[in-house]
């Protein structure tokens, strides 16, 4: 199985930008890239995903190298509310995702 | 549409017991997923529904553990003479082929004392 490393934790200063990283560097050519996030006592929640592009929504941006081994989630500017664990996951279909423990991200005032 | 509901939230049994937790998808999402999340873990993929066909079991998921999605709609997961190791939080998750975005329940907190 495709795996992703990441750093356990993080932490960052209110609305300074945020950039979360992950290493998959055994990922196949038709793995998704996705990242969700976790809030305290929630389910996980969707954030982005991408396959070769650079991505761009609402909530974050996805940075995926070009070699694809690695990719970073970027928060532009983190508020308190961003609090979360946040997980990298390949994935082919949903049906297959895989989580693994995350980053804990702490966000200062 | 409310999003993916779960009950019970809470749910505290003694150990022996047979527990079944209930989760309704979103309307019209076919796919339907079941994960285990135990304290500081990231969720363990348990088992996947595509419409009623359950299409893929983790071997976390032993013979006490069964779970069934008839008509393809709503599902649940049993657990059967529970143990103290099943205490976790039990999460359902859903989505369509068509979107890459899989929407979670709050799940359900299971204590076995």
């Known amino acids: 199985d495709a795996k992703t490393t990441q750093p356990n934790s993080m932490e960052s200063n209110e609305e300074e930008p945020v950039h979360l990283p992950c290493n998959h560097s055994t990922i196949s050519g038709t793995d998704y890239i996705h990242w969700y996030r976790q809030l305290p006592s929630q389910g996980p929640e969707y954030v982005i995903h991408g396959l070769t592009s650079n991505v761009n929504n609402r909530m974050a941006s996805l940075a995926i190298a070009e070699d694809r081994k690695s990719s970073t989630l970027i928060l532009h500017r983190a508020t308190l509310r961003d609090a979360a664990v946040y997980y990298c996951i390949l994935s082919v279909n949903n049906n297959d995702m895989r989580f693994g423990a995350g980053t804990r991200l702490t966000v200062k005032p | 549409d409310t999003g993916v509901s779960q009950d019970p939230r809470h749910k505290i049994t003694k150990r022996g017991q047979n527990v079944t937790f209930r989760c309704d998808p979103i309307s019209e999402h076919n796919r339907l997923y079941w994960y285990r999340q135990t304290l500081g873990q990231g969720p363990e993929f348990l088992t996947y529904?595509?419409?009623?066909?359950?299409?893929?079991k983790s071997r976390l998921l032993s013979d006490r553990f069964s779970a069934e999605r008839p008509k393809g709609s709503f599902s649940t997961l049993e657990i059967q003479r529970t143990e103290q190791g099943d205490s976790a939080m039990y999460l359902c998750?859903?989505?369509?082929?068509?979107?890459?975005?899989?929407?979670f329940g709050q799940g359900t907190r299971l204590t076995v004392v």
């Open positions: 998750a859903s989505s369509t082929p068509s979107i890459a975005e899989a929407f």
């Open positions: 529904f595509q419409n009623e066909a359950q299409l893929e």
